[in-house]
């Protein structure tokens, strides 16, 4: 009688370090899925302003929040380089602060100007995607 609770024990030991096991390896793809996405919006953003779709960097921003309203003369900037700097995660993975150095000039002047762009990403856990939570940057005109 003695060994079968021995028995039951182990099981049930077993079970929970099973299910402890299969909670964090399923936390950890979900954090994966989630830096995998970030990774794509990133990607996606940098190409937008760096390839001159200065208005499109406007779609990435949060919806629901106040309205961003696109600034005029972003089609007389064009991005001459455009370098990420530094990424910080916070928040248990769901938020991102990052750094990204930009080099532009305004095509009518022909000057160049440098500032670096201070990024908040932040995963929306409802639509399952990453924004940017403060406005994209302003040129200088």
């Not at 299910?19 to 996606?44: D, F, I, N, P, W």
Request: contains cysteine; hydrophobic residues 35%.
């Amino acid at each position: 009688m003695r060994s079968a609770g021995k028995w039951e024990k182990r099981a049930l030991l077993l079970s929970l370090v099973g299910l402890a096991v299969l909670v964090t390896a399923c936390s950890s793809l979900e954090q994966a899925g989630s830096q995998r996405k970030l990774q794509t919006q990133l990607r996606s953003y940098d190409h937008a302003v760096r390839w001159g779709d200065l208005q499109g960097a406007y779609a990435f921003v949060k919806p629901g929040g106040e309205p961003l309203a696109v600034p005029n003369g972003l089609e007389n900037i064009r991005v001459t380089d455009y370098e990420p700097l530094t990424t910080v995660t916070e928040e248990e993975g769901k938020r991102v602060r990052r750094q990204v150095k930009i080099q532009y000039v305004r095509r009518d002047r022909q000057v160049v100007r440098t500032f670096v762009d201070e990024q908040v990403w932040e995963y929306d856990d409802k639509l399952g995607n990453w924004f940017r939570t403060n406005a994209p940057p302003e040129f200088e005109r």
